[in-house]
């Protein structure tokens, strides 16, 4: 008997049986004081997104202890959902010990390159929310989608996460990561491996979404796109024909720094962070190099 029909059954009876697996109903802790401590913000598209690309802040929570904000940006397209989603959203980022901000208290509407161009006086207020949000935290990193994550509303906070920052201050320094969701980076430059029980608290996590995992089972197949993250991350970041890392499962980001009213890039070659590796090195041993086109 070929040796892989085993595993692949094995595979699809694990995918089956995770979908039958209850909805949210895992015990949330109470969550850490994290004031006082150095922060990230998230800046997520949709409830939800703190999940799918929540592996390197997670790590930031738990072996940097730092404080994780996640900032959602909008609560949804539908009003009937905007009350449950921010309600699932609070669920969910208290289960991986992130803080949780609004933008309103419906989240905002049409963050989108349509709006940015065609309505100014929207898309200026938007943008004074986003600064206003970053100069309450100061934070050390933000988390945005990359510019050409296929959603509207992923492409959209992109630029809108840019353009606050523009008027946030030129002598700012903070480290943007980038993130994917629903479309691949071309130029990722760090793979950041997690552990099982890192994966399967995001998995956990996300679970509290019912409202959304119910229609689509997504949260069962997070582990098998970070597995795929290891397969497109190890010639994408390390290079053509590299060896593959030993991990098994990854995200992808792309990291830079935003410095002198302006991004830059830090790595002249890509970076792979092992479960054991320490997650603070990643930034300590990176530096600005050059200037970045903002729309790359």
């Known amino acids: 008997m070929n040796p892989y029909t085993r595993i692949i059954e094995d595979l699809a009876r694990n995918v089956r049986e995770a979908q039958s697996c209850p909805l949210g109903e895992e015990d949330?802790?109470?969550?850490?004081?994290?004031?006082?401590?150095?922060?990230?913000?998230v800046f997520s598209p949709h409830p939800d997104d703190e999940c799918v690309i929540g592996a390197l802040a997670l790590r930031l929570v738990r072996e940097m202890n730092m404080n994780v904000i996640n900032v959602a940006v909008t609560q949804g397209s539908k009003p009937e959902r905007k009350t449950d989603r921010l309600a699932e959203l609070q669920n969910a980022c208290n289960y991986l010990g992130f803080g949780l901000v609004q933008t309103g208290k419906n989240g905002m509407e049409n963050i989108n390159s349509d709006t940015r161009k065609d309505d100014s006086e929207h898309w200026t207020f938007a943008?004074?929310?986003?600064?206003?949000?970053?100069?309450?935290?100061?934070?050390?990193?933000?988390?945005?989608?990359?510019?050409?994550?296929?959603?509207?509303?992923?492409?959209?906070?992109?630029?809108?996460?840019?353009?606050?920052?523009?008027?946030?201050?030129?002598?700012?320094?903070?480290?943007?990561?980038?993130?994917?969701?629903?479309?691949?980076?071309?130029?990722?430059?760090?793979?950041?491996?997690?552990?099982?029980?890192?994966?399967?608290?995001?998995?956990?996590?996300?679970?509290?979404?019912?409202?959304?995992?119910?229609?689509?089972?997504?949260?069962?197949?997070?582990?098998?796109?970070?597995?795929?993250?290891?397969?497109?991350?190890?010639?994408?970041?390390?290079?053509?024909?590299?060896?593959?890392?030993?991990?098994?499962?990854?995200?992808?980001?792309?990291?830079?720094?935003?410095?002198?009213?302006?991004?830059?890039?830090?790595?002249?070659?890509g970076r792979f962070v092992s479960q054991t590796d320490a997650i603070g090195d990643l930034f300590s041993a990176a530096e600005p190099l050059e200037t970045a086109d903002p729309a790359s």
């Open 28 to 41: 949330i802790p109470i969550p850490e004081d994290h004031s006082g401590r150095p922060k990230a913000l």
């Open 127 to 269: 943008v004074d929310i986003v600064r206003s949000i970053l100069e309450a935290n100061a934070p050390e990193i933000i988390f945005l989608p990359h510019e050409h994550d296929w959603h509207p509303t992923h492409i959209g906070t992109h630029r809108l996460v840019l353009d606050a920052l523009r008027h946030y201050g030129d002598d700012i320094d903070l480290w943007t990561v980038e993130t994917e969701f629903w479309g691949q980076m071309n130029r990722p430059n760090v793979m950041i491996e997690s552990s099982v029980q890192d994966v399967t608290d995001l998995v956990t996590a996300l679970t509290f979404h019912v409202g959304e995992v119910e229609r689509n089972p997504y949260h069962v197949r997070l582990p098998a796109g970070m597995i795929d993250n290891v397969r497109r991350g190890a010639e994408l970041i390390g290079g053509k024909g590299g060896p593959a890392p030993d991990f098994v499962f990854a995200t992808l980001y792309r990291i830079r720094q935003w410095h002198n009213g302006e991004l830059r890039d830090v790595f002249d070659d």
